[in-house]
T-cell receptor
């Protein structure tokens, strides 16, 4: 059973389009995250979210918005895609108070 | 601000060689320290962690000791295998890593040749 899953695995799209990446976790965790990994493998937190609080990294453009239909899902919606958005996006989850985050397999986004 | 610095890769070793990947951190207070591993095409997995000074984290033959005096958390393994080929990330967190404030180093790619 996959603990944290993401769809799609690959996403190729044109500049200016709007796209969404989905994330689901079946671990019963109450906190979920989105990370961006650039071409040099550098990882940076974009958002963390539980049912009480959304914490946004201040460097994330407002074209990016997380949407959580329920506790097990945190989707990432991106408006007006730009070339610089090309990266691998990782979803993760954890239980608040715990010390380990569980990562999904990643979504490789390519903007042409 | 808080930060993590780890040695730049790539690191290429022969099977059964000794591995050290250096990691140092800058942080106020008493962070928790982690090593994550990313195998090709996969997400990150927690490899080991230490939550206070002098703690040693260990897993799958890897070890790292939390050294507050040198602000370091170097990763070591006595005898690497081809299956250890991956990217290794050192990270810190102020609150145990559960609230999204994991700060990662830039990753070190390890290639182990047979």
């Amino acid at each position: 059973d996959t603990a944290v899953s993401q769809t799609p695995k690959y996403l190729v799209t044109q500049m200016g389009n709007d796209k969404s990446i989905k994330c689901e976790q079946n671990l019963g965790h109450d906190t979920m995250y989105w990370y961006k990994q650039d071409s040099k493998k550098f990882l940076k937190i974009m958002f963390s979210y539980n049912n009480k609080e959304l914490i946004i990294n201040e460097t994330v453009p407002n074209r990016f918005s997380p949407k959580s239909p329920d506790k097990a899902h945190l989707n990432l919606h991106i408006n007006s895609l730009e070339l610089g958005d090309s990266a691998v996006y990782f979803c993760a989850s954890s239980q608040s108070g715990g010390s380990e985050q569980f990562f999904g397999p990643g979504t490789r986004l390519t903007v042409l | 601000g808080d930060s993590v610095t780890q040695m730049e890769g790539p690191v290429t070793l022969s099977e059964e060689a000794f591995l050290t990947i250096n990691c140092t951190y800058t942080a106020t207070g008493y962070p928790s320290l982690f090593w994550y591993v990313q195998y090709p095409g996969e997400g990150l997995q927690l490899l080991l962690k230490a939550t206070k000074a002098d703690d040693k984290g260990s897993n799958k033959g890897f070890e790292a000791t939390y050294r507050k005096e040198t602000t370091s958390f170097h990763l070591e393994k006595g005898s690497v295998q081809v299956s250890d080929s991956a990217v290794y990330f050192c990270a810190l967190s102020k609150d145990g890593g559960s609230q999204g404030n994991l700060i990662f180093g830039k990753g070190t790619k390890l290639s182990v040749k047979p």
